[in-house]
């Protein structure tokens, strides 16, 4: 056989010596097989390379000529092993494109699979946590990006400041300064992939330093605890009250350090009081601590004014997360940090050390984005569509789910819906759901105890729904409690 590294190639795309590659070296015993059945054991090999994944589907094939060539046996042979398989649907070809493995084919062994947390096949999805991403401005988000490729210099393309690029950070820095009233300096602001990345960075500088503690809000967002945990750092679960943290559980804890939702509190819904962020500085001031503020949709309020971040009123003690996830698109993976100054340094260490930045051209097109006024349409289209999902769902749990208590809707893409008693208990409810294929998220997932009177908690997530989904998922779910009463 010709080997991949010998015979003539051209400079547009090589030779069909070129293409063939170790894989072809599993047919070599077939070639040498007895004449009788050299067809068959060919036919058979390339099935199996297929099947085994050592030819991935959009391979191309070489010329059956070029094969037999390298293979020493007649083009014939080759020919009908290529017609067999494609009538098996193992490869693919058309008049004058070549033979290829099929997209179809599957790999018995092999072959790469998709494990994005994607929603399970189900009827309706009201659990939170996702945007519309059908609302994500591609044409617009395509233009810019094929403006920003044309105008990057070269330089550009090569490893970026693990902090971010510099227009990124100038932009974040305006973006978030006019809009949530943060004190932005650009010099001590990180762009990361999210702020899970973020709040990582954030637990192994905390370790560093010799914290083995971190608190966490409770109820509260189970993700923060495992993002710490992957830093080597343990977490207290601290109670709210409908103001906020409880500042003496929080203070008897003893952590020096606590993660918050004030502006949208995950998954309660509330506002930090005025009070109770005042008295949340002030702990992180005598115990020299630090308050991680996650504003994760503090861009979508639609029945209150604005509630401005928390590291406004206090950048040295508190260090403040946010991402494009909700307002864009998760796959995005851009988020930023702002930490105090006396953290900016390790961080950025941390950085650099973890993934030497996030991509350049990606950050260049958030920054054009921003600035050219983008993000803010982007922002005001997605707040009309969720302000009128909210509205459907409201009004479809007061006619299917009369006396159900809701909070939480003033802002944000989830409510919290208390079903009356007679719904529970949350076992038998939620089985329920799901026999009619309805996937939910009980409150008890976010460290809220089960109620002791029976009643169901759930925490409706409606922004990736269209309304009309919205009003009949709740008028199935009526019909699965009714077929069960």
């Given amino acids: ?62 010329s059956s000529r070029a094969l037999a060539a390298d293979l020493g046996v007649s083009r014939g042979l080759v020919t009908e092993a290529y017609e067999q398989l494609t009538a098996e649907s193992y490869l693919r070809s058309g008049r004058g494109a070549g033979t290829w493995v099929s997209g179809s084919a599957r790999a018995a062994a092999g072959g790469a699979r998709d494990r994005a947390p994607r929603a399970r096949d189900t009827g309706i999805d009201f659990r939170p946590g996702t945007p519309d991403l059908s609302l994500f401005p591609r044409s617009a988000w395509a233009a810019t990006y094929r403006s920003v490729l044309a105008r990057l210099p070269h330089g550009a393309l090569g490893y970026p400041d693990p902090r971010g690029l510099p227009e990124l950070r100038d932009a974040l820095a305006a973006l978030l300064t006019r809009r949530r009233g943060v004190v932005a300096d650009p010099e001590r602001l990180l762009v990361c992939s999210g702020v899970a990345q973020a709040t990582t960075l954030l637990g192994f500088v905390l370790r560093g330093r010799g914290l083995r503690t971190v608190g966490v809000e409770d109820p509260g967002s189970p993700e923060h605890a495992s993002l710490f945990a992957s830093a080597g750092l343990a977490t207290a679960r601290l109670p709210l009250d409908d103001e906020g943290l409880e500042a003496g559980p929080l203070i008897s804890s003893g952590v020096r350090a606590v993660v918050t939702t004030p502006a949208h509190q995950f998954p309660t819904g509330i506002a930090y ?12 001031r005598e115990c020299d601590g630090l308050i991680v503020e996650d504003d994760y949709d503090g861009d979508f309020r639609y029945d209150r004014a604005p509630v401005g971040a ?38 950025t260490d941390r950085k650099r050390t973890m993934d030497l930045g996030n991509p350049a051209v990606d950050q260049a097109v958030l920054a054009d984005f921003i600035t050219r006024g983008g993000y803010d349409r982007q922002l005001r289209r ?104």
């Fill in 1 to 62: 056989m010709t080997s991949s590294g010998t015979g003539s190639t051209s400079a547009g795309g090589g030779s069909a010596q070129e293409s063939v590659s170790a894989a072809w070296e599993l047919l070599l015993p077939a070639a040498s097989a007895p004449a009788r059945g050299r067809g068959r054991a060919l036919q058979s090999a390339l099935r199996e390379a297929v099947r085994s994944g050592r030819l991935v589907p959009g391979t191309r094939l070489p």
């Fill in 273 to 284: 009081s005025a009070a109770r962020r005042s008295r949340l500085l002030d702990w992180a």
């Fill in 310 to 347: 928390l590291q406004g009123l206090d950048p040295e003690h508190v260090a403040y997360t946010g991402s494009v996830s909700k307002s864009l698109a998760p796959g995005l993976r851009l988020g930023w940090l702002l930490a105090p100054a006396s953290m900016t340094d390790e961080l």
């Fill in 382 to 485: 997605c707040q009309r569509a969720y302000r009128e999902r909210r509205d459907v769902l409201m009004a479809a749990l007061a006619e299917h789910f009369p006396g159900t208590e809701v909070s939480g809707i003033a802002a944000g893409l989830h409510i919290i819906a208390r079903l009356p008693e007679q719904y529970g208990p949350e076992a038998e409810f939620m089985a329920r759901a799901e026999e009619y294929r309805i996937a939910l998220r009980p409150l008890s997932d976010c460290g809220t105890p089960r109620t002791d009177d029976g009643s169901v908690g759930l925490v409706l997530g409606y922004a990736h729904l269209s309304p009309a989904d919205i009003a009949h998922g709740v008028r199935r779910l009526a019909a699965a409690c009714r077929g069960a009463r």
